[in-house]
């Protein structure tokens, strides 16, 4: 069992920044990729970024390639998503959740992860 715990949500104006955290009790296979998703209430959760912990590679969904950048720090069982230019439709409760990879990929799918967080929530104004 992994626990996840989010943090660094909050209210903004469009065109700030915002960095959150995700928190990992342990790393283990089935935690090698971290992914971080968002959820609109009354639609369906959206992936938008993931990181293998082993290699470190990053992939985004296409939708915030440019403005959001995923990183980890195996130190302390920590993955940041860095979100820049924040728009009004960035508002969401964010989760994290960890999975096991797929070869060496990790996918940006709700169904490739097994473990999820309470979530955050970022209100951007315009």
């Known amino acids: 069992q992994v626990q996840l715990v989010e943090s660094g949500g909050g209210s903004v104006q469009a065109g700030g920044s915002l960095t959150l955290s995700c928190v990992a009790s342990?790393?283990?296979?089935?935690?090698?990729?971290i992914g971080w998703f968002r959820q609109i209430p009354g639609k369906e959760r959206e992936g938008v970024a993931a990181?293998?912990?082993?290699?470190?590679?990053?992939y985004y969904a296409d939708s915030v390639k440019g403005r959001f950048t995923i990183s980890r720090n195996s130190a302390n069982k920590t993955v940041y998503l860095q979100i820049n230019s924040l728009k009004p439709e960035d508002t969401a409760t964010y989760y994290c959740?960890?999975?096991?990879?797929?070869?060496?990929?990790?996918?940006?799918?709700?169904?490739?992860?097994?473990?999820w967080g309470q979530g955050t929530q970022v209100t951007v104004s315009s």
């Open positions: 959740a960890a999975g096991a990879p797929s070869g060496s990929w990790c996918f940006i799918q709700t169904r490739a992860y097994d473990y």
């Open positions: 342990k790393y283990t296979y089935y935690s090698d990729c």
């Open positions: 990181i293998y912990l082993g290699h470190g590679n990053a």
